[in-house]
């Protein structure tokens, strides 16, 4: 009997080792991730205390110093530019490898090497929509530069030093949650976290969408609900401005290219029943991914030297989109946003320039609907003969499974991202189309932000643009000779109007881009009369613009209010600037919201909904976190806009889109009798005080049933919207920070939704005395275990910035600098 116990001890034993040691499906190897002294308790930091450190690192040609501040921002010393990006390498690293690794895996099609089958779908669409051949063809423009090539070799050195100096128990615990290793880093990673940044924002994908619509409902409807310049608009140029060219011809569009596509839908591969709970979401579910900057001459600016602002709003996780850092070598002295995982400062200044970064949205991704020859898909026709397809096999590697073998069809426009009968995962991409995309194109932003971390005046600034090709950028500057600017600035096809707004027919070469506008006719503007640039994502230029860059960009809402704001504004100091990146007024309730309560026949309401329409119509249109009025005014917007646009329901065979937020203005303020008020599939004929009063009842009765009774607690904005920064696995939740109290919205200058919002916060004051103000949700540290992991979040919310510390010599002294690294060869 004895025996007996000790066998079966001993096999419950060896189980239970078995079980601790290895990962069980989601679940982590427990025993692993519990030891006390290589598991998750080895990351833990206590406390926000750094000690000096000197370190001998291979590959090193000279000794580099590293000073950090108190909020762990590095300041990097180097006497060579290899050194240099080396060190930003290492240091990053130090901060963020699990982050720059989970990006580029996801970039590249690789997650499900170390989730498991739970991403592949995610993994597949990446792999369909070309990302590596993208990746590589830029990495080929990159490599044959001796800039970018040193850059990136010296940056990927210092990755991989980082990685070797690394134990099991130093790994970032999200690799002993998901028990797996780093692999080492090569040039190609950076050029994919590009491609990844191209990713989202640079995908326009509702082509498909568009072409059902005019099928539907034809040419004039399309042309009236889904104009190609909205009916309210301020743009990024100040209207007015002359062009200072004299612009290529544009091509024509073939003769009735309406035609065929109005007689047939085009049918959309159905949602993947994926559950991608551990990465991103589709790009294009949330329209408010943009941005905020400007700059302000001297004449306008209390310092009589031009003020320039930046705020990137992007979906905010933990760790942080950006890394701030500061990079001092034989040529530069640099300081801003930095993105982990690659080389130089995107968003930034030095000592006689800033500048800063919005997304432009034009139209750059086109799909070609490809007519093949038979059913093997190996030719398509093109100009009356067949072409050959070009296949490409992706293996895809499954954790715990076989590899999945993909194969993907290449023609001249693209890859054809989903086959018919394939499922997607956004439900929207057409199938059977083939994707002409800007970034497949080679390039070398790297280049770029090289040259315009080591501009010195506008002249520089402007050489430094014309590498760029994507994501096209709203580019704005500042120097202290006194000159602003902004550039719309990427590379651009030139088009027909409305060439993408639908498919195109991939067999006619008439359908191809034709070229590319010369970067010296891209929109811009130097030191305009009214002494301010700004841009907010809206439409780069007004109706004199000779090029065509696509009929959809952002609002008008925040470019209104920025403008709005700096036109009056005189005396202007860097902390009126950050008031201004904090502002909540609401321009889009100012426009519509009386047309709408005078639509309401306050007869028809409940006592509580009487209760919340005294309360949103006393409202004022201030978006700040306690408010009640904007929970009641977006939930209403949406019933309204939804009940309005009925007719525009997508259906799981053929998606639609409604016309957009700046249509439903001009007909609810202009257009009271419309046709499509009514609802033809009803008997009676409804009106907007129909349609508003129902949607007014539906909103507060959803409220009420969600919030429960009216009351400034539960139905305070802050509370509604549930601002929360989700750790970047989007499945640790205790790595994250909910409900977060700040104001805002989708629309509003402060622009922070549920998920998105101002991810980088900078005002520059250039000038003989340069002062700088910075600050992103987040922290420097990647490490959940560190008090630098959220330590900015809380004043973040409150809108405030912290002074930037500006270094120029290794041995300044500056009450803020707290340790020192010495590097050496």
């Known amino acids: 009997m004895k025996w007996i116990k000790a066998i079966l001890s001993s096999l419950l034993t060896i189980v239970l080792i078995f079980l601790f040691n290895t990962k069980l499906g989601v679940l982590p190897p427990i025993g692993k991730l519990l030891n006390p002294f290589h598991g998750f308790w080895a990351n833990a930091e206590p406390t926000k205390t750094e000690s000096e450190k000197s370190l001998s690192l291979k590959g090193l040609q000279d000794k580099v110093t590293i000073r950090f501040d108190d909020n762990h921002v590095p300041h990097i010393f180097a006497n060579n530019t290899y050194d240099l990006f080396y060190a930003q390498g290492y240091i990053t690293a130090s901060d963020r490898l699990w982050q720059m690794e989970l990006q580029t895996h996801a970039a590249a099609g690789r997650l499900s090497e170390i989730i498991g089958d739970r991403t592949l779908e995610i993994d597949r669409n990446a792999r369909r929509r070309g990302m590596v051949v993208a990746a590589k063809a830029t990495l080929t423009q990159m490599m044959s530069d001796s800039v970018s090539k040193q850059i990136l070799e010296a940056y990927s050195a210092g990755v991989n030093a980082y990685i070797s100096s690394l134990s099991p128990k130093d790994y970032p615990v999200e690799y002993k949650i998901l028990d797996y290793s780093p692999e080492p880093w090569e040039p190609l990673k950076s050029?994919?976290?590009?491609?990844?940044?191209?990713?989202?924002?640079?995908?326009?994908?509702?082509?498909?969408?568009?072409?059902?619509?005019?099928?539907?409902?034809?040419?004039?409807?399309?042309?009236?609900?889904?104009?190609?310049?909205?009916?309210?608009?301020?743009?990024?140029?100040?209207?007015?401005?002359?062009?200072?060219?004299?612009?290529?011809?544009?091509?024509?569009?073939?003769?009735?290219?309406?035609?065929?596509?109005?007689?047939?839908?085009?049918?959309?591969?159905?949602?993947?029943?994926?559950?991608?709970?551990?990465?991103?979401?589709?790009?294009?579910?949330?329209?408010?991914?943009?941005?905020?900057?400007?700059?302000?001459?001297?004449?306008?600016?209390?310092?009589?030297?031009?003020?320039?602002?930046?705020?990137?709003?992007?979906?905010?996780?933990?760790?942080?989109?950006?890394?701030?850092?500061?990079?001092?070598?034989?040529?530069?002295?640099?300081?801003?946003?930095?993105?982990?995982?690659?080389?130089?400062?995107?968003?930034?200044?030095?000592?006689?320039?800033?500048?800063?970064?919005?997304?432009?949205?034009?139209?750059?991704?086109?799909?070609?609907?490809?007519?093949?020859?038979?059913?093997?898909?190996?030719?398509?026709?093109?100009?009356?003969?067949?072409?050959?397809?070009?296949?490409?096999?992706?293996?895809?590697?499954?954790?715990?499974?076989?590899?999945?073998?993909?194969?993907?069809?290449?023609?001249?426009?693209?890859?054809?991202?989903?086959?018919?009968?394939?499922?997607?995962?956004?439900?929207?991409?057409?199938?059977?189309?083939?994707?002409?995309?800007?970034?497949?194109?080679?390039?070398?932003?790297?280049?770029?932000?090289?040259?315009?971390?080591?501009?010195?005046?506008?002249?520089?600034?402007?050489?430094?643009?014309?590498?760029?090709?994507?994501?096209?950028?709203?580019?704005?500057?500042?120097?202290?000779?006194?000159?602003?600017?902004?550039?719309?600035?990427?590379?651009?096809?030139?088009?027909?109007?409305?060439?993408?707004?639908?498919?195109l027919d991939g067999s006619n070469s008439a359908y191809d881009w034709q070229g590319w506008i010369p970067h010296a006719q891209n929109p811009h503007v130097l030191n305009p009369p009214r002494g301010f640039v700004s841009s907010a994502n809206q439409f780069s230029a007004d109706t004199t613009y000779p090029y065509y860059l696509g009929w959809e960009f952002s609002n008008y809402s925040r470019g209104e209010r920025i403008n709005q704001r700096l036109t009056s504004m005189q005396q202007i100091t860097p902390d009126s600037l950050r008031m201004l990146q904090n502002d909540n007024y609401n321009i889009h309730a100012r426009d519509v919201l009386p047309q709408l309560l005078s639509y309401v026949s306050q007869s028809q309401l409940s006592k509580e909904q009487l209760e919340a329409y005294q309360t949103i119509a006393a409202w004022n249109k201030q978006n700040n976190p306690a408010e009640i009025g904007p929970t009641i005014f977006y939930v209403w917007w949406q019933y309204f806009s939804l009940k309005l646009w009925d007719e525009f329901r997508s259906t799981d065979d053929k998606p639609m889109r409604m016309p957009n937020q700046d249509r439903t203005v001009k007909l609810v303020t202009t257009e009271p009798t419309s046709p499509w008020i009514d609802n033809k599939e009803t008997e009676q004929k409804e009106t907007l005080a129909d349609i508003a009063t129902q949607s007014f009842r539906a909103t507060i009765d959803t409220l009420t049933t969600k919030k429960g009774e009216l009351n400034p607690e539960s139905w305070a904005w802050a509370k509604y919207k549930s601002t929360t920064i989700l750790h970047l696995s989007r499945s640790i939740l205790p790595f994250s920070r909910k409900d977060i109290w700040i104001g805002g919205g989708r629309g509003i200058v402060n622009a922070t939704s549920e998920r998105n919002g101002p991810s980088w916060r900078m005002v520059v004051a250039l000038g003989p005395s340069l002062k700088a103000y910075a600050l992103y949700p987040g922290g420097q540290s990647g490490n959940p275990g560190s008090y630098y992991y959220d330590n900015m979040i809380d004043k973040w919310s409150k809108g405030e910035l912290l002074d930037v510390v500006f270094l120029h010599k290794s041995v300044e002294k500056n009450e803020r600098i707290k340790t020192t690294w010495t590097l050496t060869h």
Not at 302 to 330: R, V
């Open 191 to 503: 050029a994919l976290l590009l491609k990844q940044m191209a990713t989202t924002l640079a995908t326009g994908d509702d082509d498909g969408q568009m072409t059902n619509v005019l099928a539907q409902y034809g040419y004039d409807v399309v042309k009236d609900l889904f104009p190609d310049y909205p009916f309210h608009e301020n743009p990024v140029i100040p209207v007015g401005t002359k062009w200072d060219f004299e612009p290529l011809p544009s091509p024509k569009p073939p003769k009735d290219f309406i035609k065929p596509l109005t007689n047939s839908a085009i049918s959309s591969s159905k949602i993947s029943q994926a559950n991608p709970s551990l990465v991103y979401n589709d790009p294009q579910a949330e329209k408010e991914i943009g941005s905020n900057n400007w700059a302000v001459n001297g004449q306008k600016s209390a310092t009589g030297y031009p003020i320039l602002s930046n705020d990137p709003h992007l979906e905010l996780s933990l760790p942080s989109i950006w890394y701030q850092i500061q990079l001092i070598g034989p040529d530069v002295n640099v300081c801003g946003a930095s993105l982990p995982g690659a080389p130089n400062v995107i968003s930034g200044f030095n000592e006689k320039v800033a500048w800063g970064v919005t997304n432009v949205g034009s139209d750059v991704m086109d799909w070609y609907k490809i007519t093949f020859k038979d059913q093997t898909h190996k030719e398509y026709l093109y100009d009356g003969v067949y072409k050959p397809v070009k296949q490409v096999t992706e293996i895809i590697k499954v954790r715990g499974k076989p590899d999945v073998i993909d194969t993907v069809l290449y023609t001249h426009h693209g890859p054809i991202v989903y086959n018919e009968g394939m499922q997607s995962l956004n439900g929207r991409t057409p199938v059977g189309c083939a994707m002409r995309w800007i970034a497949h194109e080679p390039s070398n932003e790297l280049v770029t932000f090289y040259y315009l971390n080591r501009a010195k005046n506008y002249s520089d600034y402007v050489k430094a643009l014309s590498y760029y090709i994507s994501p096209a950028q709203n580019f704005v500057f500042a120097s202290a000779d006194n000159d602003i600017a902004l550039w719309p600035n990427g590379k651009f096809p030139i088009k027909w109007k409305e060439q993408g707004k639908f498919i």
